[in-house]
């Protein structure tokens, strides 16, 4: 950084104008100048007048917001311009040191702000702000530098802080009043943090909202290039898995609920769905971990990192079968609900879903999404274990064999546990 850009700027403002003067520095420091505010420089538990001045005396520009609020304002900001116009006396006339910014269109009252230039950015915030950087780096006309600068200025800063205490002890009840303003400036500080992490947080869940509906299509349309085009051995993928099946959940949620209702399918409350939600995840880690047992005992390659992945993501199947059986997804939840879990219990399920053509159809439908989701499996595995599609059909087959049995008799069990809990 060159010698022009190290010059600190001080920004004098009043309280009502701290979002400007807040943007301001923001921008100044983005063109590589050293502003100086006191909401953002004053350590704590250190002696704000004597940081003040301090900045005043070490800054190469004195900024004035000039506004409705600041001109006729009493505060500490007369202060603050009182030291910066007994500074402007010791220089040469030809010396730049006020830079007084108009932000909007009002009249100062202090006659030597009226011999000044002004900025005005309320009819354009870029061109006051080119003009400023223009004063701030120098040109032809404004030869600054910091060197120069300290030679010009013989300050005092004794003088000054004798100043700022004899102030101070004739009128304690504007200090109580600039505290009170550092208190309200900083409360505005802190808003506008909060602000800016509830849209970090509302960027963040659009953009993985984005992510997850890509996914989900890529994976329906051209599971093999999907499959070839992720990194399934490493972790990133995985949290990236683990984020796709949470928002495929959060939608599901937001379809289904509506759905049973209409239907007559029991719901409980919010808390009943989320917890079956996290559930689900978990059983999704069990029933992928058999999935790679059985493909490393038909003699495949892949991690155990990649084997999760892929099940997550073929999960993206689920709601679109959950959707093609809800007829039958009704009358299992109806009985599940009220019956215990047991060989007759499915018996029993069986002989009601035949006794109907559109249960018979809707069963139907549900193995014909089975069967595209074992076809997906299928791809998915191929690809990380590099086996035969025999040897994958075999992994695919036990595996769902294991699955259901592990959703019938332990699965089921729990969420009726769970239900009866909430009941």
């Known amino acids: 950084m060159n010698e022009l850009n190290s010059l ?38 250190e002696n704000w007048q004597k940081a003040i001045s301090k900045a005043i005396k070490e800054s190469a520009f004195f900024i004035i917001l000039l506004s409705s609020n600041s001109i006729s304002k009493k505060g ?27 932000i909007d269109d009002c009249s100062p009252i202090n006659e030597q702000l009226q011999n000044l230039h002004y900025a005005d950015f309320f009819s354009s915030y870029e061109d006051g702000l080119q003009k400023i950087l223009r004063v701030i780096n120098g040109s032809d006309d404004i030869p600054v530098s910091t060197i120069k600068k300290k030679n010009q200025i013989d300050f005092n800063l004794s003088q000054i802080n004798s100043q700022l205490m004899t102030v101070q002890s004739k009128s304690k009840k504007k200090d109580s009043l600039y505290q009170t303003e550092q208190i309200v400036s900083r409360q505005l500080y802190n808003d506008d943090k909060k602000l800016q992490t509830v849209q970090n947080f509302i960027q963040f869940f659009t953009q993985t909202l984005k992510n997850t509906l890509l996914r989900f299509f890529s994976i329906l349309l051209s599971p093999r290039n999907f499959f070839n085009s992720i990194e399934h051995d490493k972790i990133d993928e995985l949290v990236n898995a683990l984020l796709f099946i949470v928002f495929l959940s959060i939608i599901g949620l937001l379809i289904y609920s509506p759905i049973y209702l209409i239907m007559g399918i029991k719901v409980l409350n919010f808390s009943y769905l989320l917890t079956d939600t996290i ?94 989701w074992g076809v997906y499996a299928i791809i998915g595995f191929k690809i990380i274990h590099q086996v035969g599609t025999t040897r994958c059909f075999f992994i695919v087959l036990f595996g769902c064999n294991v699955w259901q049995f592990f959703s019938c008799f332990i699965v089921i069990p729990i969420l009726q546990i769970l239900f009866h809990a909430y009941k």
């Open 8 to 45: 600190k700027v001080f920004i004098s403002y009043a309280r009502e104008d701290f979002s400007f003067a807040n943007k301001l520095y923001n921008d100044l420091k983005l063109s590589k100048v050293k502003p100086w505010i006191d909401t953002k420089d004053i350590l704590p538990g």
């Open 76 to 102: 500490y900001i007369q202060k603050e311009l009182k030291v910066a116009l007994d500074l402007l006396n010791q220089l040469p006339d030809s010396e730049i040191f006020i830079i007084p910014i108009r």
């Open 279 to 372: 559930l689900t995840l978990i059983f999704c880690f069990v029933v992928g971990t058999i999935f790679h047992l059985f493909a490393k005992l038909f003699g495949g390659k892949g991690s155990f990192n990649s084997s999760i992945v892929i099940f997550l993501y073929l999960l993206s199947l689920s709601p679109i079968i959950q959707i093609l059986s809800l007829p039958v997804e009704k009358v299992m939840r109806q009985m599940i609900f009220d019956k215990p879990i047991n060989i007759k219990f499915y018996m029993q399920a069986s002989s009601i879903i035949f006794d109907s053509p559109v249960l018979i159809i809707s069963a139907i439908m549900q193995f014909i999404g089975y069967l595209f």
